[in-house]
């Protein structure tokens, strides 16, 4: 399985509130700092459960830089694609969140990954040729994912996106048409549609409004109400599966590692997203965004012993 995934690639520094957040004032918190970034977490999941990965990113010249490229080492990835961008600061996300591990507010500086431009994606024709699969992030500016979805388009290989935020995932409609997958939460998915997606009715409407518009399978995060995933075969909602929480972080790109990698084996829907699911009850037991412990194995595992429509259908048992 070769997988290109292309996009943010930052700094996590994460404070974990020892009491309820109050706004305006100094609070107490356990601070960590990891790698992060939406496609990098992709890479580097979808590297631990096997895969062949070349990561595409940009990052500066400082000791934050440094950190990634040995963290990509570190998780079995080839930093080679990555590219150094002198006179830019490596990406930073900053999050708080709450004592139950629930995330508060959060905020990003991500000008070294929106330097990647269309000239960064030529280079790539023949990576991107003989991949199963292109993974991108909305971090990337508009005429970036345009050249990824020609490169895509021309080598007939499928196109998968993350949409970030719901500030970013507007940069994703242009190239709606030519994509297999896309992985959004709630407020991002509602931000495509148009509307709220606040019912299951609404969440139903918006999924085939996403649909109508090109993309051939649609996968939402919903936090606790665990997430969904729609296609032309139907609708289908994946529970949330139990874990012990330490870290929200990276959960979504977990799950949207664990949903191209069961895409990438010829999976139907709802597999991918019992898969995906795993992963993110795994990674969440992590103060990572990325948990060293991912393995195919232990995602089998996970979904078999909580999962009733795994269990039922014994389907993951297919891999």
Same mark, same amino acid.
């Given at each position: 399985?070769?997988?290109?995934?292309?996009?943010?690639?930052?700094?996590?520094?994460?404070?974990?509130?020892?009491?309820?957040?109050?706004?305006?004032?100094?609070?107490?918190?356990?601070?960590?700092?990891?790698?992060?970034?939406?496609?990098?977490?992709?890479? *580097?999941?979808?590297?631990?459960?096997?895969?062949?990965?070349?990561?595409?990113?940009?990052?500066?010249?400082?000791?934050?830089? #440094?950190?990634?490229?040995?963290?990509? %080492?570190?998780?079995?990835?080839?930093?080679?694609?990555?590219?150094?961008? &002198?006179?830019?600061?490596?990406?930073?996300?900053?999050?708080?969140?709450?004592?139950?591990?629930?995330?508060?507010?959060?905020?990003?500086?991500?000008?070294? %990954?929106?330097?990647?431009?269309?000239?960064?994606?030529?280079?790539?024709?023949?990576?991107?040729?003989?991949?199963?699969? %292109? %993974?991108?992030?909305?971090?990337?500016?508009? #005429?970036?994912?345009?050249?990824?979805?020609?490169?895509?388009?021309?080598?007939?290989?499928?196109?998968?996106?993350?949409?970030?935020?719901?500030?970013?995932?507007?940069?994703?409609?242009?190239?709606?048409?030519?994509?297999?997958?896309?992985?959004?939460?709630?407020?991002?998915?509602?931000?495509?549609?148009?509307?709220?997606?606040?019912?299951?009715?609404?969440?139903?409407?918006? *999924?085939?409004?996403?649909?109508?518009?090109?993309?051939?399978?649609?996968?939402?995060?919903?936090?606790?109400?665990?997430?969904? *995933?729609?296609?032309?075969?139907?609708?289908? #909602?994946?529970?949330?599966?139990?874990?012990?929480?330490?870290?929200?972080?990276?959960?979504?790109?977990?799950?949207?590692?664990?949903?191209?990698?069961?895409? *990438?084996?010829?999976?139907?829907?709802?597999?991918?997203?019992?898969?995906?699911?795993?992963?993110?009850?795994?990674?969440?037991?992590?103060?990572?965004?990325?948990?060293? &412990?991912?393995?195919?194995?232990?995602?089998?595992?996970?979904?078999?012993?909580?999962?009733?429509?795994? #269990?039922?259908?014994?389907?993951?048992?297919?891999?």
């Amino acid at each position: 399985m070769k997988i290109t995934v292309i996009g943010g690639a930052n700094m996590d520094i994460t404070g974990i509130s020892a009491a309820p957040l109050r706004e305006r004032d100094s609070n107490p918190a356990n601070i960590h700092l990891s790698g992060g970034g939406v496609a990098r977490n992709i890479a *580097c999941n979808m590297a631990r459960l096997g895969a062949e990965v070349t990561f595409v990113s940009a990052v500066g010249d400082d000791g934050f830089g #440094k950190f990634l490229r040995e963290s990509l %080492v570190e998780s079995g990835l080839d930093d080679s694609a990555l590219i150094l961008r &002198k006179g830019f600061a490596t990406g930073l996300y900053l999050a708080l969140l709450e004592p139950a591990g629930e995330l508060f507010i959060a905020v990003n500086d991500m000008a070294a %990954v929106e330097s990647i431009g269309p000239a960064d994606v030529e280079t790539l024709g023949d990576t991107i040729r003989t991949s199963d699969l %292109v %993974v991108l992030d909305a971090n990337l500016r508009p #005429k970036t994912l345009e050249a990824i979805r020609q490169q895509t388009a021309l080598f007939r290989v499928p196109l998968m996106a993350d949409a970030v935020s719901v500030s970013k995932s507007e940069r994703l409609r242009a190239i709606l048409p030519d994509m297999a997958l896309l992985k959004a939460n709630r407020a991002e998915a509602a931000a495509l549609a148009g509307f709220p997606l606040d019912t299951d009715r609404a969440l139903r409407e918006g *999924c085939r409004r996403i649909l109508d518009e090109g993309s051939a399978q649609v996968y939402l995060t919903l936090g606790e109400q665990g997430s969904c *995933c729609a296609s032309g075969g139907g609708f289908f #909602k994946q529970p949330i599966l139990p874990a012990a929480l330490v870290n929200v972080n990276g959960a979504g790109d977990a799950f949207a590692a664990g949903v191209a990698y069961s895409f *990438c084996l010829g999976r139907p829907p709802e597999e991918n997203a019992a898969f995906g699911a795993a992963c993110a009850a795994i990674t969440v037991e992590s103060a990572d965004g990325v948990n060293g &412990k991912l393995t195919v194995e232990r995602v089998l595992e996970r979904s078999l012993k909580n999962n009733d429509w795994s #269990k039922d259908l014994r389907a993951l048992n297919h891999f």
